[in-house]
């Protein structure tokens, strides 16, 4: 078995502390967890975790606006430049002083840092600055006469806008400047939240933290600043002026003033060339006033699209205001939760708004112009308990203390279900052995099955009095499902086909801590563990009587059961795994792994941390899926593999380096020791917490202020062998076997070079070319060499495989189906392999089980994405047919129409005509006299005559047309 394990991913936290950034395309958002990072694609709907950790929780980013360069600041103040290229860290550096804002220049020449009461603006590395050198210091700013909060960047990259605590915004200038040394922007009432300069403009919005928006408007624009020394004096009243009024001043005084007045000029002058830069204030809005709900809580983030002219604010109660400006009128309120909103920000398009809840772990973005979320992702509230595979593996299933059940893709990371029916801590989840059901117990008493078709809560199973469960497992067939209580010492047993209550076992003496169920299939075996220093193994269809009972020297904390059924494993409070025939109930081995599960010392902690870790144990034991490896995890920051038939250590993860977590060090630095003690205990009125004097505000008494212990509360393998997850106070950890990490050849021979293999295959010796590669082990050689043989050799081949790199085919295209797009193709090799040697195949069924799950889980994805995309087609094809037979339908009622008209005017046309002729005749008869009678005759003729040449032109016209 390989052991080459590296984090790959972070599911159940999408978001800690600290602001969010979107990437330059703005279809990516980036997202500080902890000391790592979360980048979620919302076009292609995946999420990916970057390869770096910090030594404290990130709290503040910045992106470049090309997308290559990301600059992240910990709690402690160290600034790392990250590459978005190589995914590493590529330069550290240390200002000992909190960040609390970073912000690139629009031409991405510079950034700036907000430290303290200053504002640091250094290079940018890049193309850009021409300069590659990490972090060289341009400019300070200071003059602020409290902590900076926030800083912008005017559109030409020449002025920086820094607001601050002491309620006033300054405008500074990055090189020298005829027009500006320093403006101060004041009348805020409260703490600077946001300062943003308008598009092309230099005036700017300012937003404070009581709720108050501020218009300013610049007396100069941008075209006007102009480079060198400041002008000082310009627009000062000159003193001749008044002494020229006074007119009480003699000769002398007034040739004196005369001078004055010339050199006033002449600075006047220079002042025209170059007139100062002012602000006034054109407008005040009161945002509070667009909520509904009053009290007193505070705006607390915002941000400015700068083409669309729109302000989005978010206040402490959960609300968020989108305005337009300059009139700042209401677009859209909306309150998204009851807890803070911590950080919001527009993409590059201004249609999508991200928005950040450390208090739910809560992370939105949201579409304003349609009113729908894009994305809507939240984690355990109050930490996660524990995890459960799909047996495809392409589900993960975890449970929380907020009373929470979440399923998890795995492919993608994101949360797409969450039940919240138990009304208590979840204590455990499993899936049946089809995967159509889930199933978790809870401190509430009760275990619900929730049916993965519908997403529902179909069965309810309780206790026959109030019991709080603590685990829950499932039998090999699905319908047996098994539960331990925790104040009550007993075992209940249910049907799910019929659900109910079909046996309590009794015979522990002390809290149920752990139940499973033997993974054979033709076995009824339940095993037990319990705090009363007993492991018991019970036959399930046996009535109420347990089958053997195995004294522990310690409490016990877990159980689990070898992949083949044949033995057990148990881990106990005092540090060790116990190892017992699941027949003969002899004990096989032991592991002592109290050492392996080191501690760190505690800020508060009066004992050493070699004292402290006489205390640690095994919380969660994980058999690998050919049984011969255990996985544990328990009260610390390691997570072990063990060789269960050698009780070796193999080898030891450690899950993070996070100092904001507690008992990280195993010493305490002796610079936080004072003769009081340690410095972390010591209060500190000055910071943002929420510890204020007696009287001074309103706060929440309830909020922790403590810091929390790393502790991994249960791990499982994935059924795929490729990976496994770990439940841990960051969140659930996920680490894959990496590939390219080692170069590990198989059977290797002198013989076999990429070159000869290459040479195999252009003489079309592709079998051999095949097993070389194998044999070399290396990806691109395999891949090249399985797709450049024909399809139609593809059975010959396979019938003629040697048995022994069956295992690393079947691996090679289980793995390729989820990325390569010759999906026919792999499928072909596939089919043949399952029907050549399908006998073989179902002797080594245990061996194979995770490269079938895997191949399983593949093909079914596949599928389900086909499914989807045809389904489209299907759809689009069925509009398109529909609007073309629309079409055809409403030209042919247009011709219709068109000819009835056509043909409406010509026989109007004839009726007209004859009509006229008609009336002719009898007017002329009644006008000539009987003496004239032939010649009317003869002009009533001619009149007939001519109007039928009349309808005849006219019939002809109808014809021609």
Not at 774 to 803: C, G, R
Request: with cysteine.
């Amino acid at each position: 078995m390989k052991f080459s394990y590296s984090f790959s991913n972070l599911y159940g936290t999408v978001y800690r502390t600290g602001n969010l950034t979107f990437s330059p395309d703005g279809n990516t958002v980036l997202s500080p967890v902890g000391n790592k990072i979360s980048m979620f694609d919302l076009k292609n709907h995946k999420s990916e975790t970057l390869p770096i950790e910090s030594r404290y929780n990130y709290t503040c980013l910045a992106l470049s606006p090309n997308g290559v360069s990301l600059v992240a600041a910990e709690e402690d103040g160290e600034i790392h430049l990250i590459s978005l290229i190589s995914r590493t860290i590529l330069h550290r550096m240390r200002t000992n002083r909190k960040i609390s804002c970073i912000k690139f220049s629009p031409d991405s020449k510079h950034v700036a840092f907000t430290k303290e009461n200053n504002v640091f603006v250094y290079k940018s590395p890049g193309p850009f600055s021409k300069d590659y050198s990490p972090f060289v210091l341009e400019k300070v700013f200071k003059g602020a006469y409290d902590e900076t909060t926030c800083v912008s960047w005017s559109d030409c990259s020449r002025l920086v806008a820094v607001g601050s605590k002491d309620m006033t915004v300054k405008i500074y200038a990055l090189a020298q400047l005829k027009n500006l040394t320093v403006c101060s922007l004041g009348g805020l009432a409260d703490t600077v939240v946001g300062v943003f300069f308008d598009a092309g403009s230099l005036d700017c919005y300012t937003v404070s933290a009581s709720g108050m928006l501020a218009a300013w408007d610049a007396s100069i624009e941008v075209e006007e600043l102009q480079a060198g020394a400041p002008v000082r004096g310009g627009n000062r009243k000159q003193k001749s002026t008044k002494k020229e009024e006074d007119g009480e001043e003699g000769e002398e005084n007034s040739d004196k003033s005369d001078g004055e007045e010339q050199t006033a000029n002449t600075s006047s002058d220079d002042t025209k060339d170059a007139p100062l830069l002012n602000y006034k204030r054109n407008a005040r809005y009161y945002l509070k006033d667009h909520l509904e709900e009053k009290g007193a809580f505070k705006l607390t983030a915002a941000d400015y699209h700068q083409k669309t002219k729109i302000l989005v604010s978010a206040f402490s109660n959960g609300t968020f205001l989108l305005l337009s400006l300059p009139d700042a009128s209401l677009i859209h309120s909306l309150a998204i939760s009851d807890q803070t909103i911590e950080s919001l920000t527009f993409n590059q398009s201004g249609d999508w708004i991200a928005f950040g809840c450390p208090d739910l772990g809560q992370l939105l973005v949201w579409e304003w112009q349609s009113e729908t979320y894009v994305l809507k992702q939240q984690g355990h509230a109050n930490g996660m308990n524990n995890l459960a595979y799909s047996p495809d593996g392409s589900l993960v299933a975890t449970g929380g203390e907020d009373s929470k059940v979440k399923l998890w893709n795995t492919s993608s990371g994101f949360c797409f279900v969450t039940f919240s029916e138990h009304e208590a801590a979840v204590t455990g989840v499993c899936f049946t052995p089809n995967g159509k059901v889930v199933l978790s117990s809870s401190m509430d008493g009760t275990v619900r099955a929730f049916d993965m078709t519908r997403y529902r809560n179909f069965k309810t199973f309780t206790t026959p009095r109030p019991v709080q469960l603590n685990c829950v497992s499932v039998d090999s067939s699905g319908d047996l499902i098994v539960s331990g209580g925790q104040d009550v010492f007993e075992i209940y047993l249910w049907s799910l086909t019929t659900g109910r209550l079909v046996d309590v076992l009794s015979g522990h003496e002390g809290p149920v801590s752990s139940v499973a169920f033997s993974s054979n299939p033709t076995s009824s075996q339940l095993a037990s563990v319990s705090w009363d220093k007993t492991v018991k193994i019970w036959d399930a269809l046996e009535s109420n009587s347990s089958r053997e009972s195995i004294q522990l020297t310690s409490e016990g904390t877990c159980v689990c059961w070898r992949p083949d059924g044949k033995t057990v494993s148990v881990g106990t409070l005092s540090g060790h795994i116990y190892t017992f025939d699941a027949q003969s109930t002899t004990q096989l081995s032991s592991i002592n792994g109290r050492k392996d599960l080191r501690m760190g010392r505690g800020e508060a902690d009066k004992i050493s941390a070699k004292k402290k870790s006489e205390s640690t144990s095994f919380n969660s034991l994980c058999y690998s899926a050919d049984g011969s490896t255990l996985l544990a995890g328990g009260n610390s920051k390691y997570i072990c593999i063990y060789n269960v038939q050698e009780q070796l250590l193999l080898k030891k993860f450690e899950i993070t380096q996070n100092r904001s977590f507690d008992c990280m060090d195993e010493i305490i630095n002796r610079r936080k020791m004072t003769e009081f003690g340690n410095l972390a205990l010591v209060e500190d009125r000055a910071s943002n917490s929420d510890i204020k004097l007696p009287g001074s505000k309103t706060k929440d008494m309830s909020s922790r202020t403590v810091k929390l212990e790393v502790r991994v509360s249960a791990l499982r393998f994935s059924p795929t062998g490729r990976s496994f997850s770990a439940v841990t106070t960051e969140g659930l950890l996920v680490y894959s076997l990496d590939r390219h990490l080692t170069f590990d050849p198989f059977l290797l021979d002198t013989k076999i070079t990429p070159e000869a293999i290459r040479n195999s295959l252009v003489t079309n010796q592709h079998s051999k070319a095949l097993i070389d590669a194998f044999k070399l082990n290396e990806k691109s050689l395999i891949v090249e060499s399985i797709e450049k043989t024909p399809s139609h050799d593809i059975d010959l081949i396979v019938k003629q495989w040697p048995l022994i790199f069956l295992k690393r085919l079947m691996s090679h295209l289980a793995g390729e189906l989820e990325s390569s797009r010759h999906i026919e193709f792999y499928l072909r090799w596939s089919k043949s392999i399952l029907l050549q040697h399908g006998s073989y195949i179902k002797d080594q069924a245990s061996d194979l089980m995770p490269v079938l799950n895997l191949l399983l889980k593949n093909v079914t994805r596949k599928s389900e994405d086909l499914g989807k995309v045809c389904e489209n087609n299907k759809f689009a094809i069925k509009y398109l047919l529909t609007v073309g037979e629309r079409a055809d339908k409403s030209q042919e009622q247009g011709d219709n129409i068109l000819k009835e008209v056509q043909d409406g005017d010509s026989s109007g046309a004839e009726e007209e005509e004859d009509s006229d002729s008609e009336i002719d005749m009898a007017d002329l008869q009644a006008n000539w006299s009987d003496n004239d009678s032939e010649s009317g005759s003869e002009e009533g003729e001619e009149g007939g005559s001519n109007s039928d040449r009349s309808s005849q032109s006219s019939d002809s016209d109808m014809e021609q047309g």
